[in-house]
């Protein structure tokens, strides 16, 4: 192992919304030294929070291990810790705090609570160099259109209901879709979509800046049990009026806001035709299209570790006697004190 010691300081990042248990390190100007995920992947059906928990806690060390191997420093090179402390599924955020307040009391430093979808927009605005995106942010757990105004991030648009990734995974789950270990359903989706032709009109709905997929969820499978239809025909379906649901919303608030980057970020932006729709729009406003690579769109440490660093590089740091977590914390309600 090389030994290097951050100049400035660093932040270790604990992630554990909901499947994905993982453990990042980020130096204070923007370097990412490590960034180690560990997926649950449940035998069959959904994430039961429990058992993706019991996940967490069984490859925390592991995880820790191969960061800190990664990164070539110690334990005790660190300067803070950020753990994601919501939104999120209870058990799993438990999960993460606990072994993120142990951490910070053993070594002695300062705790920082961060929230899981200004991460997102962070890491993405760290990795494009963008300065104020539009964000889509589309995931198994969350959907949201999300840009900065007046003082905090807002949400200008979200699902209301199940979430995009979400929509594609139990839709491929019904479809009886076999992943291969690392696999997501939502890459099998794509494939299959690759191949189809035909478009059949499924429901597309769109209430003001707010979306619902689950009408369009339960309208696909009902189609699929029938049994008539191809395959790849109903995946390439639901991937069209899915996306063109997220994109017509991205589209309005961009061109209300008139912010000139869009970042595409979450585990769904690893689709390619996402990416063309929202390569488009962006264009047709002038503005830049960024996106992420899948291992800082998908849940991961570093993020959590870099919006830690902005966090406690202006202040903002949480005592261990209010870590507890929020599962519901919304984006707007963060203070955001590093984005001007
Ligand atoms: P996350 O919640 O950010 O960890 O991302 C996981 C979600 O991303 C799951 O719903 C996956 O099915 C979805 N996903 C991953 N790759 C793709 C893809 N190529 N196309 C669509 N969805 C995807
Ligand atoms: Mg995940």
Redesign the pocket.
């Known amino acids: 192992m090389t030994r290097r010691k951050p100049m400035e300081g660093c932040c270790l990042g604990i992630e554990s919304t ?3 248990f993982s453990v990042g390190i980020a130096t204070f100007n923007g370097e990412i030294l490590a960034n180690i995920i560990s997926a649950y992947m449940p035998p069959e059906g959904g994430i039961h929070p429990r058992e993706a928990a019991r996940h967490h806690a069984e490859n925390a060390s592991k995880v820790l291990e191969e960061a800190f191997k990664k990164a070539g420093i110690k334990p005790k090179d660190l300067s803070v810790i950020a753990f994601s402390q919501g939104p999120g599924l209870g058990p799993c955020l438990r999960t993460g705090a606990t072994v993120a307040r142990a951490l910070a009391s053993y070594l002695g430093v300062q705790l920082v609570g961060v929230n899981h979808c200004v991460a997102h927009i962070e890491i993405g605005k760290l990795k494009n160099d963008a300065e104020d995106p539009v964000t889509l942010y589309v ?3 969350n959907t949201m259109v999300a840009a900065f105004d007046a003082g905090r991030y807002r949400v200008f648009g979200e699902t209301l209901d199940i979430a995009l ?2 929509c ?2 139990v839709f491929a789950r019904e479809a009886g879709l076999r992943q291969k270990p690392g696999e ?4 099998i ?2 494939k299959l979509a690759r191949n189809g032709r035909r478009l059949i009109p499924l429901p597309y709905t769109v209430k003001g800046m707010d979306m619902s997929f689950s009408g369009l969820l339960t309208a696909s499978i009902n189609m699929l049990k029938k049994g008539d239809l191809k395959l790849e025909d109903l995946c390439y379906s639901l991937q069209e009026t899915a996306f063109s649901m997220v994109v017509e919303v991205t589209e309005r608030a961009l061109a209300h806001t008139e912010k000139k980057e869009v970042l595409l970020t ?3 932006a ?2 390619r035709r ?1 990416q063309e729709m929202v390569r488009s729009i962006a264009e047709e406003h002038d503005a830049r299209f960024c996106t992420v690579p899948k291992e800082f ?3 991961n440490g570093a993020m959590i570790a870099w919006a830690g660093v902005l966090a406690f590089t202006h202040g903002v740091t949480t005592p261990i006697d209010e870590s507890f977590v929020k599962l519901r914390w919304r984006l707007e309600e963060v203070e955001v004190p590093w984005v001007k």
């Open positions: 909901a499947d994905d995931s198994g757990g990734g979400n594609l995974d997501p359903f939502g890459a989706v794509e979450g585990g769904v690893a689709n996402l769109a998908v849940d």
